[in-house]
Structure formats: structure tokens, C-alpha cells
């Protein structure tokens, strides 16, 4: 039986626009897009040109840092072109996809006779590193590190977040495949955070260390879950993974070929039909949201987040699915002005404040869209980030040592410990409507810099 | 609301930055943030966001100053026509209030006034928008002045309150004392005579007049003060009740403990103000009393420690001025530490000290100052907390 952990801090907002259990197949997209900035800390040298064929798993482009850290492509076919941004940032590698899926030929030893360089190799090779986060800063693992254990969280959290059980169903062999694989990367323990109170294929997985977790958003971020486990101090590092990537690492090990297809939750208020679909990772917008948009009146548009509302990257609706998520939502712009809006009742908002009525209807669930309802003021407020922050934190200290740019405090109060979805319920209930998770990544990019 | 949001929009370009009224564009926004909440969508990070705001959070306090507010006017017109003989007048709830509405009125627009006006250039000047924080503070500080303090004082007063206490540190949220209380303390320094004594509590009693033979107008408190010393205890001729409901002399706002309770539960019940402040301050009340009582020794001491809850600004204080989440102390533990010291050491000047019949004002100040230095340790303790974690993972 395995340990349940209790959390009683946190929040969950309830948004109208839950995915559907039932899965559509999407067919093969024309093009497919890869983007270096879906990767935190990676500064990418191209191994492509435009016109080049490529396979499944065919590198695309490498991190200038660690030259090992290869990222590659999801679909088989040429290079179309590669999209620039300012100073010739790159955006993203776009492929149009011959529809065939050849796959580069991974030489795949069973798992658990594989040797951890050999793991290694192969994550390497195949594109799926980049995928290995480190902690403490939440960026791509440097793969010459030796992490102290390797955390996956089994559930998603955030608001209306897809049931992983659900997006998993089927999968037990590749996830135990796909750990015993991560076991061969650390000398300590791999770890899983599931779901209390659930029977799933997650909580079936049992060759690896479970603890089971019950409470509010954010019971779900890895990052709670590694400070109630085994928390992180100066000096030491953990590798974090997606669950969804730990089945494709099992598919990787069990079958040789890179498959890069994914469930994804199509959710949010704006959704004709808020569905789970499967699809390959890097589809364009375009074809996973063909026809599923609701028609909005004049001047209303809408936003597209890769990933939940809360710590999700606005995405543009021409683009591609980032590499890194399980879940697409759609929800209406707010650039609106509201007549007296901070002293009208406000009846069909949501607020955690007592002042306005959504206490009286905990089980309601609400449109919300992207106004910030109010002004930037300076932290006012006190007491009430502790509340959505279930760690032994004190956040306001922690965003003010940041913006001191103090590194002794940052680090005494626990910047190691949190990345930027950790404190994205402290920035949502914020009443002086302060950017904390911008904050928290400029306080990471310069430990970063000042401590390498 | 079309039609309003068209004409703004007409006005707007005239007072953005280059344009013909550029240099007032914070006064600008401050108006125009105040009629519309703005259409700023997020960028980045969390996509959407509580409808709770600032603004929101100042309005609730004010809200909840109403009913002290209200009763405070009653009350002004009720001692007045007491202390003239016209008792009559004096029953009539409407009469006093509307006498009282027009003598507190000027106070509210003086301070709001002078305090806005500050406010407006400090941020014109700064370029930022207009912070909302003035809203309650302009409203605490005519509540915690005698009604018969002169305009031009309580001028000043804000004015020092502003600059001094508030703009210099960088506006609100960066402030180290309450605003409303160093306005107060200012004039209790600065002009003794006029916040203290027997006079200055009734409207038109320092300046003389056709008052009743032995009317006194001291507050139950002064009152105490000055008999405590001969061995006696005398609240003047005011009972508990008279000062729970609050209809006796005093400072416009703090004298009805029923008034504030409303307000208190308007706050609490919103979450604005912080219950561990307000019930330790409460505490560290009470239980002063009750050491003054175990000690003995005079007749102030052997009061029952429950009337220093109830007389002078103890209430108003604990409910509306320690509780101010920008200068009270920012961790939880240190909220319970602090309220209780502050109650403790209100009642501790109270009683020890002859020369202040009132020490809520003085206790506040003190523990605002001390409030950095409790968090402090409140934090460290958490810092070595994870260094202890550290060194255990080491061995």
C-alpha cells in the first residue's frame, strides 16, 4: 500500500469546458512544427535546411550548451522551412509530412537489461532527452548530471486538466517498460505521484515508488510533490518527466521506432466539443481545432493556450501544439472595459474573495476569460498566497528577495524548490495583479547565471 | 454606458503620453480606471485571473467604516445638544444625525481633499497609476479625530501623514506606519491641546458657549485617568452600556463598540483584515487586564480588564488600524505575536502611564516598527529550517 499525503492548501477553479472521455483520431496533418522555445534554457544550432527528407526521429536541431541533447523530428517527410522571429530567433522547424512515418532505426535493448548509458544513448538519440527536466529551474537535463531520484507525477491538477488514466488506458506495458527504463538514470529512487483514491492504469504501475496524494490544485505539480516526498536542497538535482513521455519511452524501448502520437484534451469554455483526441505531437492548431471553435460575435476573439489556463503559453493560431503539453484550451479574450466593474456584484465571476458571491455556488462551474481585472499595484495583500502554496514557503518573501535580486535570500527561501506553474495560483488570486511566474523565471535565469 | 465609455475614449488621446495633456495622465487613468475597469488582457502565465483587485479590497474597508461613520455624525449632534441643555433636540435620532452629518462632513472632505490631491501628484510624478490605498485612510482619519479640531490642523496633519509617512517610502504597500495613525500622532504632538482634554470632544465646548452647569465633555477614559490617582474609579457619568453602544464623548468614530463589531464582521467575513490580528489584539488586551488585576495596588488596576475593550479607541484600533495588512506584520505567526503585543502594551500605557489616558494610537505606531523585526524571525526560522535539512542530508 502505498503512502497518501494530504494536502490542504491550493485551489480548484472550475471551468466550464472538461474534455469528454472518448477519443478522436485525428488523421495525418499536412505540416507538423517543432519549436526550440517550448524547452526551457535551450539555445538551438539547426542540423536541417529546408528541402531536406527527413525520418521519424531524425534530428532536427541541437542544444549549442550540451551538443548531445538532440531534438528531432515527430513525422517523416522534407523540411518546409524555418519560421524566424526577432533577430532571427528561431520559432519553429516546420515539416510538411509525407503521411509514410519511415522511423530512424533505434538499436533497443529490453529495458531492464539495458545499462544506464545505454538508456541514456538512446533517449539521446531518439529526441525523447529534452523531455528530462531538471530541478531546481525547470530546464532541460544536462545528461552528464547524477540526480538524486526522478520524480513523475501521475495526475494533472490544474483546471480541467485531462484524467491521465484516461489518456493512458491501454498503455501498462509501455509505462512499465518506460520506468524501468528511468530507473537506470538515477542511483536513487524513481518516484510516482498518483491520485489518491483512484484504480487506474497509473495506479496500477508498480515497479516503482508510489506515494499518493489528495487535495486542491496544484496536489498535481510535480514540484509539490518532490518537496513533500524528498525535497530538494542547494546543490542537489532531480529529473522530472511527464507521464504521457514516459509511455513513449516504453514504446521507444519495446518497439524499437519513435512514436511521437499523443492524447491531448481539447478543453475550455470556447469549444464547440471539448473532446480528447489522439494525435501526432507538433500538429498544427488548425487541424485539431478544424470546425470545434464557437462562433463569437462581433470583436470577440479567442485565446489558444498550449497547455491549462493557469501556467499554459498563449499560442498562436497558425502554430503548432508545443512539445511539452497533454492539453489545449480555448477561452474567450477579455479586452473588454467593464463599467464599475470592482464594485458591481459580479455574479457570474469567479473570485476566492468572500466580497463577491462564487462562495455561495462552490460547485458551479464559470466562463472565465483573460482580463486581468484591475491594475498593476504593488503587493498589498498579505496572508493569502500562503494559502494556494501547499509548501513550507513563505512566497512573498520569496518574489520580493526576487525582485531585490538578492541570490542569498532566493536561495535560503526556497527558489530551488518551485518553478513558475508552483506559484501560478498565487499570480491568479493576486489582487495587485502582479506577473509572479515572469518574476519567478527572471529570479531562475539569474541564479542560473550568476552560479554557473 | 456606451455613450460614457465614447466620450472617455474622445478624451483619451489628449492624455496619453505626447498628447496635449500628457503630463496628467496618471490623474487621467486614476478617473478612468475608477469608471471602467480597464480592458488589460494577461500575456503571459496565468491566463485568467481573480475578478479581486485592489480597489475591490479598499472599497470593503470603507464599507465596513460606514456604520461607525454613521454613528459617529448621531453622535456628534447627540453630546452637542446634551452638553447645550436642549434635550429635546437630543432625542431625536434623525436631528442629532443631521446635525452631526454637517459638522463631520468638512473633516471627510478635508482630508480626502488634501490626501487625494498628494496622492494624484506623487503618481503624476512617478508616472504610475493612482493606488487606491488613500480611499480608506482618508476615511480612518476624520474617525479618529475630535470633531472639533480645526480644518487647517487636520489639513496639515494629512499632509504629513502623506508625504512623510507614506510617498517618501514609495506609496502604499511600501509604508512602515499606518498613515491614519501618524496624521493623529502628528497632532498629538503638535498641537496637544486640541486632541486632548476635556473640550475638544463636543462640538463648539472648547470655544465656549451656552453649555450646561457642569457639563464636563470628558471621555470616560480621561475621566478615569484623572480619578484613578485619588483611588476612586469614575467613568464620568457614562455606564458600560453607555460606552458598548457608544453614546458617549470621544473621537468621531471609535465611541460605538456596536458599530465596529459590524464593521468587523464585514471584514473578517470578506477576509480583508486578518482574524489572527484582530482576536490577538484582543487578547493581548485582555489579558493585560487581567495581570493589572492579579497585581492590585490602585483602583485602575482592580478594574475588570473587559472595560479596557470596550472604552476609548481600543476597538477601532484592533479592528480597522492593526489590522492595515501593508504595516501590520506579514507571516502568520508574527500577525498573532504582534496583535497580542499590541494590546498588551495599549493597556499598559493606559494604566502605568498618567500622562496618555489612551495608548491604542501609541501601541499601534510601536508595533508597526516592530513588526519587520518579528517577521524577520518568523522567516529565518523557516530558513533554518531548510538549512537543517541541508546538513541532515550531508551526514
Not at chain 1, 117 to 130: A, I, N
Amino acid at each position: 500500500m502505498s503512502k497518501t499525503i494530504k494536502l490542504k492548501r491550493g485551489l480548484d477553479i472550475k471551468l466550464v469546458g472538461k474534455a469528454e472521455k472518448r477519443i478522436v483520431e485525428l488523421p495525418m496533418s499536412e505540416s507538423y512544427g517543432v519549436s526550440p522555445l517550448d524547452f526551457e534554457g535551450v539555445v538551438p544550432k539547426l542540423l536541417v535546411r529546408p528541402g531536406d527528407a527527413v525520418k521519424v526521429g531524425t534530428p532536427l536541431f541541437f542544444n549549442k550548451y550540451h551538443p548531445d541533447v538532440l531534438f528531432t523530428s515527430p513525422v517523416s517527410g522534407t523540411v518546409d522551412c524555418i519560421t524566424r522571429g526577432d533577430k532571427r530567433k528561431i520559432l519553429a522547424i516546420v515539416i510538411n509530412a509525407d503521411g509514410k512515418q519511415e522511423s530512424e532505426k533505434f538499436e533497443t535493448k529490453p529495458a531492464d537489461k539495458a545499462s544506464k548509458e545505454e538508456v541514456k544513448e538512446l533517449l539521446l538519440k531518439s529526441g525523447l532527452w529534452p523531455f528530462v527536466t531538471q530541478r531546481p529551474y525547470g530546464i532541460v537535463a544536462n545528461p552528464a548530471d547524477e540526480p538524486k531520484a526522478v520524480f513523475v507525477s501521475g495526475f494533472n491538477s490544474a483546471p480541467l486538466a485531462p484524467d491521465m488514466d484516461f489518456v493512458l488506458e491501454g498503455e501498462d506495458e509501455n509505462l512499465k517498460v518506460g520506468f524501468e527504463a528511468l530507473k537506470k538514470l538515477t542511483a536513487g529512487k524513481v518516484h510516482l505521484g498518483i491520485k489518491a483514491g483512484t484504480d487506474g492504469v497509473v495506479s496500477r504501475v508498480s515497479n516503482v515508488e508510489k506515494t499518493a496524494f489528495q487535495g486542491p490544485h496544484p496536489a498535481g505539480n510535480v514540484g509539490v510533490q518532490i518537496h513533500h516526498i524528498d525535497p530538494i536542497n542547494k546543490g542537489e538535482i532531480v529529473w522530472t518527466l511527464d507521464i504521457q513521455t514516459v509511455a513513449i519511452i516504453g514504446r521507444l524501448f519495446n518497439t524499437g521506432k519513435l512514436d511521437m502520437t499523443k492524447v491531448y484534451a481539447l478543453t475550455g469554455s470556447e469549444l464547440i466539443e471539448p473532446v480528447y483526441v489522439r494525435a501526432i505531437s507538433g500538429a498544427p492548431f488548425v487541424s485539431l481545432l478544424r470546425g470545434n471553435i464557437k462562433r463569437q460575435g462581433r470583436d470577440q476573439k479567442v485565446r489558444i493556450i498550449n497547455g491549462d489556463v493557469l501556467s499554459g503559453k498563449k499560442a498562436d493560431p497558425r502554430g503548432y501544439v508545443a512539445s511539452n503539453t497533454n492539453q489545449i484550451t480555448v477561452i474567450p479574450e477579455g479586452d473588454k472595459y467593464e463599467f464599475l466593474g470592482w464594485a458591481m456584484p459580479r455574479c457570474n465571476k469567479f473570485s476566492v474573495s468572500r466580497s463577491y458571491f462564487s462562495w455561495l455556488r462552490p460547485k458551479r462551474e464559470y466562463v472565465l476569460d483573460t482580463n486581468l481585472h484591475g491594475g498593476h499595484r504593488p503587493y498589498i495583500v498579505t496572508g493569502l498566497f500562503e494559502r494556494y502554496l501547499p509548501m513550507d514557503i513563505y512566497p512573498m518573501y520569496l518574489f520580493k528577495a526576487i525582485l531585490a535580486k538578492d541570490i542569498d535570500k532566493m536561495e535560503n527561501l526556497g527558489i530551488y524548490e518551485i518553478v513558475e506553474e508552483d506559484v501560478a495560483l498565487c499570480e491568479f488570486v493576486d489582487p495587485s495583479k502582479n506577473n509572479i511566474q515572469q518574476t519567478v523565471r527572471e529570479g531562475i535565469n539569474l541564479m542560473i547565471k550568476e552560479l554557473s | 454606458m456606451e455613450k460614457l465609455r465614447n466620450i472617455v475614449d474622445k478624451f483619451k488621446p489628449q492624455f496619453e503620453k505626447g498628447g496635449r495633456f500628457g503630463w496628467l495622465h496618471s490623474t487621467f487613468d486614476g478617473f478612468e480606471t475608477f469608471l471602467f475597469v480597464p480592458n488589460t488582457v494577461t500575456k503571459s502565465g496565468a491566463h485568467i485571473r481573480d475578478v479581486n483587485d485592489t480597489k475591490r479590497v479598499m472599497i470593503v474597508v470603507v464599507l465596513a467604516l460606514i456604520p461607525a461613520l454613521l454613528f459617529g455624525m448621531y453622535n456628534t449632534g447627540l453630546q452637542h445638544f446634551r452638553a447645550i441643555g436642549e434635550l429635546t433636540q437630543a432625542e431625536s435620532i434623525l436631528g442629532c444625525w443631521w446635525y452631526g452629518f454637517w459638522r463631520v462632513l468638512p473633516l471627510i472632505l478635508v482630508s480626502y481633499i488634501v490626501g487625494l490631491g498628494i496622492e494624484f501628484i506623487f503618481a503624476q510624478i512617478r508616472g504610475h497609476e493612482i493606488n487606491e490605498g488613500y480611499l480608506v485612510s482618508g476615511m480612518l482619519i476624520p474617525l479618529i479625530m475630535p470633531i472639533d479640531i480645526p480644518l487647517w490642523m487636520l489639513a496639515v496633519a494629512v499632509a504629513f501623514a502623506v508625504i512623510i509617512g507614506k510617498e517618501v517610502f514609495g506609496g502604499t504597500g511600501m509604508n512602515i506606519f499606518n498613515p491614519a495613525l501618524l496624521a493623529r500622532a502628528f497632532i498629538f504632538f503638535a498641537y496637544t491641546p486640541f486632541i486632548s482634554g476635556e473640550t475638544v470632544w463636543v462640538r463648539g465646548f472648547s470655544k465656549g458657549g451656552p453649555f450646561v452647569d457642569g457639563f464636563s465633555g470628558a471621555t470616560p477614559l480621561t475621566s478615569l485617568s484623572e480619578s484613578a490617582s485619588s483611588g476612586t474609579l469614575d467613568f464620568g457619568d457614562y455606564s458600560l452600556w453607555d460606552m458598548i453602544v457608544g453614546t458617549i464623548p470621544g473621537s468621531i468614530g471609535e465611541t460605538s463598540v456596536i458599530a465596529i463589531l459590524i464593521g468587523a464582521i464585514i471584514l473578517l467575513w470578506t477576509g480583508v483584515a486578518s482574524w489572527r490580528i484582530m482576536v490577538s489584539v484582543f487578547a493581548g488586551g485582555l489579558v493585560m487586564g487581567l495581570i493589572f488585576n492579579l497585581i492590585g495596588g490602585n483602583a485602575y488596576m482592580d478594574m475588570p480588564a473587559y472595560y479596557h475593550l470596550v472604552m476609548g479607541g481600543f476597538a477601532f484600533g484592533a479592528v480597522f488600524m492593526a489590522t492595515d495588512p501593508v504595516t501590520a506584520s506579514q507571516t502568520n505567526v508574527g500577525k498573532f505575536i504582534c496583535g497580542f503585543l499590541i494590546g498588551v502594551i495599549a493597556v499598559l500605557i493606559r494604566v502605568v502611564n498618567p500622562g496618555y489616558p489612551e495608548g491604542m494610537m501609541l501601541s499601534i505606531l510601536f508595533m508597526n516598527a516592530l513588526a519587520p523585526l518579528v517577521d524577520h524571525y518568523v522567516v529565518a526560522a523557516n530558513v533554518r529550517r531548510r538549512n537543517k535539512r541541508l546538513k541532515t542530508v550531508k551526514a
